[in-house]
């Protein structure tokens, strides 16, 4: 009877390990199909959906420690006539050139996204909003100083760039519309930031 007993308990525990196996397995691919289905494809950063999960984690942050949190909403501007002019593809290396360039300039805890199209999220963490504005007006310079070639010609962007600063009682649709309510002002204000 031991034998059968011992016999059971080996199938079980073989049956056991293999089904962890698979959970295992089952578990990496949900993983990375989620990382896909939150990053744009033509840029290898987040997209709406993978910022709106970080907004969130954002806002539940500011929530408890009253931390001081932006979004910084860029629009670019002159990128339709890029895409009308030159095509689709070097509408892409513009979008390529712009995201390489405001990456390279945020610190390792802020977040960036293209929200859609020629606009771009970025979530800063730890700041004034004075220091928030100060980078969404950076952000528009280093946007305008790209050097972009196509066909011989320079192709002239720019870009406005609005701040919302995060509140403890925020939601996401609320700071995504503070943003873009100060964005479109500042394209007012200042024009179409064209270089």
């Known amino acids: ?8 308990s080996n199938t079980f525990n073989w049956r056991l390990a293999e089904l962890e ?6 578990r990496a691919k949900v993983a990375e199909l989620e990382s896909k289905i939150e990053a744009d494809p033509l840029l290898d ?8 999960r970080e907004l969130s984690r954002a806002l539940s942050y500011v929530e408890r420690y009253r931390s ?11 990128f339709k006539a890029v895409n009308d002019r030159y095509g689709h593809l070097a509408g892409d290396n513009v979008l390529k050139q712009v995201s390489a360039a405001i990456i390279g300039v945020l610190r390792a805890s802020d977040i ?20 928030a504005h100060a980078k969404a007006r950076a952000l528009e310079r280093i946007v305008g100083a790209l050097d972009i070639r196509c066909a011989g010609a320079r192709l002239r962007i720019g870009a406005s ?31 179409r930031n064209v270089a």
């Open 161 to 191: 760039a609005g701040v919302a600063m995060l509140a403890h009682t925020d939601r996401i649709a609320d700071v995504m519309a503070r943003a873009d309510e100060s964005m479109y002002a500042r394209k007012q204000r200042a024009g």
């Open 1 to 8: 009877m031991l034998g059968l007993v011992d016999l059971l």
């Open 68 to 78: 001081s949190n932006a979004v910084v909403f860029i629009d670019l501007d002159g």
């Open 112 to 131: 960036m996204a293209r929200f859609g199209g020629d606009e771009f999220a970025v979530l800063l963490w730890n700041l004034s909003e004075e220091s």
């Open 21 to 26: 196996a698979e959970l295992t397995a089952a």
């Open 45 to 52: 950063v987040l997209n709406r959906r993978g910022f709106e």
